[in-house]
């Protein structure tokens, strides 16, 4: 930024380390229902900004902001590298999503989403369900994945994606995208790692699964002739391909060394704790595909599902995840940077070519 001194007012957005050039922040306060919260539109040169809605106990605004500032950035690159016509954009709501929630709360939220004429799109995210979702639809049109707009739950399409990436991984690692035999290890046995399982068990994969949640891991012991662990010796398994789909921050400096598969792939947002550890999967000969694309197929579904369509187009743009993600190894094996770094590039040649 240039030629510009923020007021004490202004620098808390200017001046934030997690600020990206946001095209507009905007605060948003509704007294009679209790509402605070804060809608980031990061780069709407694709087009509109979309990305979810999340409901969470901040702890303060500041906290706040800064969550909203980075996963409207995160959703500008992740619609890019999804080849979306599509910009980033993030709403948040400072709200316990267990006490707070009301439907007075998120129609309030909708009107301000329209307020914003389209330029952000707003959708499901943490803390916020379907339902809250048909709320918020009843003061705006720019809302996506309710029963009027979408296929519902974005998760098999998110486990599709994670699927296709896994292959083209297993082509450049293993020379084939033939998952037969291959031993996979899937940490969260939730709405994409089941659906995840299941696919790998049909395409001929030997399965080890982890969850906090008990009655998930019986499951898939049963169903898919699956071998348990604990999910602290989740990381450390004896396998070809560890697939995290629990939660962030899982690729850090404790787990990274137990590591023994040559691939991580999985759905979970926000997989490496810190960019060094991106470097250190790198490093160790590790092959990682960047969360935000293979994970991307939710996105697509929401994105393109329109009223009362199938879901071929939904299903094709979401298996070329895996096509894009060869791309990303190929440019990687050239670069020698870390397949995050490429997918980065690849974002940003996105937006700047357009
Ligand atoms: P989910 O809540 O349905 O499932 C998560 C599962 O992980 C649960 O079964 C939970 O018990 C388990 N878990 C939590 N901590 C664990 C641990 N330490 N070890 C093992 N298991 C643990 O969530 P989901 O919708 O399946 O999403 C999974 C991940 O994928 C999340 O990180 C989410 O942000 C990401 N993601 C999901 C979608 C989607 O379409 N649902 C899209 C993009 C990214």
Redesign the pocket.
């Known amino acids: 930024m240039n030629a510009i001194t923020p007021s004490v007012a202004t620098s808390a957005v200017f001046n934030h380390t997690e600020f990206d050039d946001h095209e507009n922040v905007v605060f948003v306060r509704d007294k009679k229902s209790g509402l605070f919260a804060i809608i980031a539109v990061h780069d709407t040169t694709l087009g509109p900004a979309l990305g979810g809605c999340r409901v969470w106990p901040y702890a303060s605004p500041e906290e706040a902001l800064t969550d909203a500032l980075r996963l409207s950035r995160g959703m500008t690159y992740k619609n890019a590298v999804a080849g979306l016509p599509l910009g980033g954009g993030k709403a948040v709501i400072i709200a316990d999503p267990r006490k707070d929630k009301t439907t007075s709360l998120m129609q309030a939220f909708g009107k301000h989403v329209d307020r914003l004429s389209g330029t952000y799109i707003t959708a499901e995210d943490?803390g916020v369900s379907p339902d809250d979702m048909e709320e918020v639809a009843k003061s705006t049109t720019h809302v996506r994945g309710t029963k009027a707009t979408g296929l519902g739950?974005?998760?098999p399409?998110?486990a599709l994606g994670v699927f296709s990436g896994i292959q083209a991984a297993a082509a450049t690692v293993f020379g084939s995208p033939d998952l037969t035999g291959k031993t996979v290890s899937v940490?969260?046995?939730?709405?994409?790692?089941?659906d995840l399982a299941r696919q790998l068990h049909q395409a001929g994969a030997k399965l080890v699964v982890?969850?906090?949640?008990d009655a998930?891991v019986r499951r898939a012991v049963e169903e898919f002739s699956a071998t348990a662990v604990e999910?602290d010796k989740?990381y450390a398994a004896e396998v070809d391909i560890f697939a995290p789909?629990?939660?962030?921050a899982?690729l850090n400096c404790d787990t990274i060394p137990q590591i023994k598969a040559k691939i991580v792939a999985g759905?979970?947002?926000n997989q490496l704790k810190t960019p060094e550890d991106g470097t250190e999967l790198h490093k160790r000969g590790i092959l990682y595909a960047p969360d935000y694309v293979i994970?991307?197929?939710?996105?697509i579904s929401i994105a393109l599902a329109t009223p009362g369509s199938d879901d071929t187009d939904v299903r094709k743009k979401t298996i070329a995840i895996g096509d894009t993600l060869t791309q990303i190894f190929q440019r990687n094996h050239n670069q020698n940077l870390g397949p995050e770094v490429i997918a980065d590039q690849l974002a940003l040649e996105r937006l700047q070519g357009h």
Do not use: F, K, M, R
């Open positions: 943490v739950d974005p998760s399409y998110t940490q969260g046995l939730g709405h994409v790692g089941y982890s969850d906090i949640n998930n999910p989740a789909c629990a939660l962030g899982g759905a979970a947002n994970n991307a197929g939710g996105v």
